[in-house]
């Protein structure tokens, strides 16, 4: 009986059970919760979050978990229908949901690649700014919390110690990027991916293939993009890991520009850390 | 036999009704929405979480805001606070350090749900008492 109570609540012997909707979230919840917190990643590295629909096998796979992570801002618009099938201790919560959102303009050349991700729309890539991420670590903080009051003291230190590393990461993106000319701060990307980005470290943007990682460009775009970068004699453009590089080869063949290493936007990598440090560092080399 | 004018008249417009409807629901289409996501700004309170961090540890520490105050232990580093929505806030600050503490500064910082960060440095010397107001431009 006392087993099934356990169960019922998402806490077993292993501690709480979560599930995670995002590969950055996954990152975030485990430096959060530790030991306490069992994560089943249901959206691992190297997926395309932004196509990713939920299975009956991956639902099957969440059935334990106490609390499912998503990233929010309407990044998956699926989570409706998978509140549907939730049972009565399970809830959903979207980390970004209190972050302020950055809205997608027409001046950001954005393409709408499906009507989640249009002109009007909100950017859901806010995990580029660190300071939102500190955000996260405190909401899946609270969460945590709120579902496992006896771990309260292990959530808020780990908490503060994942703070404090975002906070240092911070630093020293600042630090690196400071080293870039100020009139040489635009990023030219694919994928609009990296509107928070730039708008916390002060670059100016340019995503010639919208929001989605496999958008087409339509020619006006393309032939726009072209003129300004030319204009504005862009050193380089970035691809993306896990995108295809086709549109960007073919602006940087006709600017001049040289294509750099490609950056990672929706979390292909083993932690948050090391794709900001990957993305950093690249834009660095290829800007300075 | 010869039809009626009215089934005469009415026989030829069949075809194009049948063609107009089609026609029709493709050019009424609404224009397209893009898909909003729910806001979190909306309501009379604003929730947010105060953080506060320190070069030397305090004895006291509270902050008032209207009719509402929280006490800080020395040990709390942040709490959730709820207060009346607007474009800007006033936060009166008192903080009182151990004796022979060296002047010393907290850093408060202020973050609001689904609104922009904002932060503040206070700098004292055995106690201090200010009135911090933050604003933002563009939210509600």
């Known amino acids: 009986m006392k087993w099934f109570l356990f169960l019922f609540l998402g806490l077993t012997a292993h501690g709480l059970d979560v599930a995670s909707l995002h590969p950055l979230i996954t990152d975030a919840v485990k430096q959060v919760g530790g030991n306490r917190v069992s994560v089943v990643e249901v959206v691992k590295p190297g997926m395309n979050v932004h196509k990713f629909q939920p299975k009956a096998s991956d639902i099957k796979k969440m059935a334990q978990a106490r609390i499912i992570f998503a990233s929010g801002k309407n990044l998956e618009p699926y989570l409706k229908g998978l509140k549907d099938n939730l049972q009565k201790h399970q809830s959903i919560v979207e980390v970004g949901r209190t972050i302020p959102s950055q809205k997608i303009s027409k001046k950001d050349q954005i393409y709408a690649c499906c009507p989640h991700h249009a002109v009007g729309g909100i950017d859901p890539h806010w995990w580029h700014n660190i300071s939102n991420m500190e955000r996260a670590i405190r909401v899946i903080e609270k969460e945590l919390t709120k579902a496992d009051p006896a771990g309260n003291t292990t959530y808020a230190a780990n908490s503060k110690v994942a703070r404090q590393r975002l906070d240092q990461l911070e630093a020293w993106a600042k630090g690196q990027i400071a080293t870039i000319p100020r009139g040489k701060r635009h990023l030219v990307t694919a994928h609009a991916a990296f509107g928070y980005f730039c708008k916390a470290y002060g670059f100016k943007a340019t995503f010639v293939q919208g929001l989605s990682a496999d958008g087409e460009v339509s020619a006006t775009q393309l032939a726009q993009s072209i003129q300004e970068l030319r204009k504005e004699a862009i050193p380089m453009v970035f691809p993306e890991k896990t995108a295809n590089p086709k549109v960007l080869q073919q602006i940087a063949k006709q600017t001049g520009a040289k294509v750099g290493k490609p950056l990672i936007a929706d979390g292909s990598s083993k932690s948050y850390q090391a794709m900001i440090q990957s993305n950093v560092t690249h834009i660095v080399a290829g800007l300075k | ?140």
């Open chain 2, 1 to 140: 036999m010869t039809k009626s004018p009215l089934t005469a008249t009415l026989i030829p417009l069949i075809p194009l009704a049948a063609l107009g409807w089609p026609l029709a629901k493709v050019i009424n289409q609404k224009a397209y929405q893009p898909v909003e996501v729910e806001d979190v700004a909306t309501g009379p309170l604003t929730t947010a979480d105060l953080e506060i961090n320190t070069a030397h540890p305090f004895k006291e520490m509270t902050v008032t805001i209207g009719g509402s105050s929280w006490s800080f232990a020395p040990d709390e580093d942040v709490k959730e606070i709820h207060y009346e929505r607007g474009s800007r806030v006033t936060l009166l600050v008192s903080v009182i350090w151990p004796e022979d503490t060296p002047k010393t500064a907290l850093r408060l910082e202020l973050l609001p749900e689904g609104i922009e960060t904002r932060s503040y440095t206070l700098w004292g010397l055995g106690e201090a008492t200010e009135e911090i107001t933050f604003t933002w431009d563009d939210q509600p």
